[in-house]
């Protein structure tokens, strides 16, 4: 991984540091954090964020600006797998929007007590 990815990786953790449920691995090329072996997000070469959202989020995300859908290898990922360019991630509220948002896309947030049956 290049200075830019490790840069992102060191925001990434600096922000996920309270929350011991995440786990850090070196996949595909990307430095991942993972909750509970599903991966939310990604710090890719040249501070790509990848991102792990539903389906459903990924098609209404992509409409977002310097948003498009991972490509990995040679192969153009599903709309659940998203690229954000470093322009769109240069503040850390940015950064910690899109954490929210792969947290509840999959299902990573915690509900509050009684929520899950209404």
């Not at 786990?23 to 990307?30: A, L, N, S």
């Not at 990924?58 to 990995?72: K, N, Q």
């Amino acid at each position: 991984m290049d200075a830019a990815g490790n840069e992102l990786a060191d925001r990434i953790r600096a922000l996920l540091s309270a929350d011991d449920e995440i786990e850090e691995r070196r996949m595909f090329g990307t430095r991942a954090f993972l909750d509970d072996g599903r991966i939310l997000l990604g710090a890719r070469s040249g501070g790509v964020l990848l991102v792990r959202v539903d389906d459903e989020s990924g098609a209404a995300l992509l409409t977002r600006p310097g948003v498009a859908r991972a490509v990995m290898g040679s192969r153009t990922m599903g709309s659940g797998w998203l690229d954000i360019v470093p322009a769109v991630i240069e503040d850390d509220a940015e950064l910690m929007f899109w954490l929210d948002v792969a947290r509840e896309s999959t299902g990573a947030a915690v509900e509050a007590p009684g929520q899950d049956d209404r």
